[in-house]
């Protein structure tokens, strides 16, 4: 298993330009996250998914839109981008059920916006 | 309001000798609570977690964590460090919405000196 995979590992854009943070998991878990990372103030959920055709915001959503249109894959998608975005993108997935609660993580993309 | 603490920024210890890094929650309810570890340029990686049942909790790299309830606090530990356990560690509690999301600390920087 490849587990948690995130393309690409590291971006450069430009302000108002806009990117696709791709993410895919071949563990057949439902539920799905992205967070940001910043220096010293951990992981912020952006969006979840808990399965095919479902997401939800999280606590950081604005500037920020996903899809979920199958089970494996669930893209971050940043239409205008702004410098306040520069941060570490993680991608996460977890199984339902009793005591599989916890989270496998992607390595992540760094992105800088200039 | 949910929410962990881990008031320490950075921790400092001398190969072989024990570590502790502190965490302590707010939550509604039981609480399940993880730790991660970080490694430079890396995605988070699952240490252990407590869900029900013994206090201790034994977990990878010959980590422990102990559940204090009446202290709210889940503080990991290991018995003897090693300068390979240098790396960033986040304590994570469950979020009472369910779909096994996560409430993060803001990390603890663990830095063992040979």
């Known amino acids: 298993n490849a587990g948690v995979t995130q393309t690409p590992k590291f971006r450069v854009l430009k302000t108002g330009q806009s990117m696709t943070l791709l993410c895919a998991q071949d563990m057949n878990h439902e539920y799905m996250y992205w967070y940001r990372q910043d220096p010293g103030m951990g992981l912020k959920l952006i969006y979840y998914s808990v399965g095919a055709g479902i997401t939800d915001k999280g606590e950081v959503p604005n500037g920020y839109n996903v899809s979920r249109s199958t089970t494996e894959d669930f893209p971050l998608r940043l239409e205008l981008a702004a410098p306040s975005q520069t941060s570490v993108y993680f991608c996460a997935s977890s199984l339902t059920g009793q005591y599989s609660y916890e989270q496998y993580f992607g390595p992540g993309t760094r992105l800088t916006v200039t | 309001a949910q929410s962990v603490a881990q008031p320490e920024d950075q921790v400092n210890v001398a190969e072989g000798n024990p570590l502790t890094v502190k965490c302590t929650y707010s939550?509604?309810?039981?609480?399940?609570l993880f730790w991660y570890v970080q490694y430079p340029n890396r995605g988070l990686q699952f240490l252990l977690k407590?869900?029900?049942?013994?206090?201790l909790v034994k977990g990878s790299y010959g980590f422990e964590a102990e559940f204090n309830k009446s202290q709210t606090s889940f503080h990991l530990k290991k018995p003897s460090a090693l300068v390979s356990d240098s790396a960033l560690y986040f304590c994570?509690?469950?979020?009472?919405?369910?779909?096994?999301?996560?409430?993060f600390g803001a990390g603890t920087r663990l830095a063992v000196h040979p």
């Open positions: 994570a509690v469950r979020d009472a919405g369910g779909y096994n999301k996560l409430i």
């Open positions: 407590y869900i029900t049942g013994d206090n």
């Open positions: 939550v509604s309810g039981n609480p399940y």
